[in-house]
């Protein structure tokens, strides 16, 4: 079967927030699993994110959740044009009261996260980079709820957040068990932080990655971790 590649996808907004960013690229390739039936990508955008789940977890039912109704729609025709649209579910509801009938064994997501941020005026824009429709607390707290026992949730997010989030896991029985620091540059201190959290706290195993080397080149590792979903690599 032909794989999902980047330049096949389509975005249709002309707005930057929901384009296809490097963060989602990153936590698509990095996120890890076995025998995985069930996924749930939160905050969906574009779909983008639970595409990549799709062609890597190929047994796996995505469920995507999404709160904004134009992303929504958008990310519902990407599925439905995509070669896996049976097994991607795309969801218009809040996350916060979204009703979950069986836990999932991997959920993903790349959430708002400039909570502390001005807010631009455009409300889309807001919504989709911005913490108020879902607080980092609640993505936890609900993350925990529809988890399964040993299932993972993997998130991508600004290094500053590390801090807040280590404080809030232990509370819900979570941990954090694979950390990497992603570096823009060589010459750049780390500025993303890609998480994998489930409720075994016994191992925590570190990584780095560095996304583009001296040059403004793409980084081998970089390549290495995304060559299945870029044509060039």
Same mark, same amino acid.
């Given at each position: ?22 963060? $989602?690229?990153?936590?698509? /390739? ?15 955008? $574009? ?15 995505? +469920? ?5 109704? /134009? ?14 649209? @049976? ?38 824009? +807001? ?9 980092? @607390? ?28 280590? /404080? ?29 959290? $489930? ?13 583009? +080397? ?20």
């Amino acid at each position: 079967m032909e794989a999902f590649r980047f330049k096949q996808f389509s975005v249709n907004h002309e707005d930057a927030a929901f384009k296809v960013g490097t963060d $989602s690229v990153l936590l698509g /390739a990095w996120v890890r699993g076995e025998g995985i039936d069930r996924i749930l990508d939160i905050g969906t955008g $574009s779909g983008l994110l639970a595409l990549m789940m799709a062609q890597r977890f190929g047994n796996a039912e995505i +469920d995507a959740v999404e709160i904004d109704e /134009a992303s929504a729609l958008e990310a519902k025709l990407n599925f439905e044009q995509s070669r896996w649209s @049976e097994r991607l579910h795309l969801i218009h509801a809040d996350f916060a009261t979204y009703k979950v009938d069986n836990p999932y064994e991997l959920i993903v997501s790349n959430p708002p996260f400039f909570q502390n941020d001005l807010l631009s005026g455009d409300a889309r824009k +807001d919504q989709a980079r911005h913490g108020q429709q879902l607080p980092l @607390e609640m993505l936890i707290q609900r993350s925990a709820e529809i988890l399964s026992e040993n299932g993972k949730l993997s998130l991508v997010m600004p290094a500053d957040l590390l801090p807040r989030i280590e /404080a809030l896991l232990p509370a819900k029985g979570l941990a954090i068990n694979r950390l990497c620091k992603v570096f823009p540059k060589p010459t750049k201190d780390w500025n993303r932080v890609l998480l994998e959290i $489930s409720r075994n706290a016994g191992r925590n195993e570190i990584e780095e990655l560095t996304i583009r +080397d001296q040059q403004g080149d793409y980084s081998p590792d970089y390549k290495k971790l995304t060559a299945e979903f870029y044509p060039a690599f």
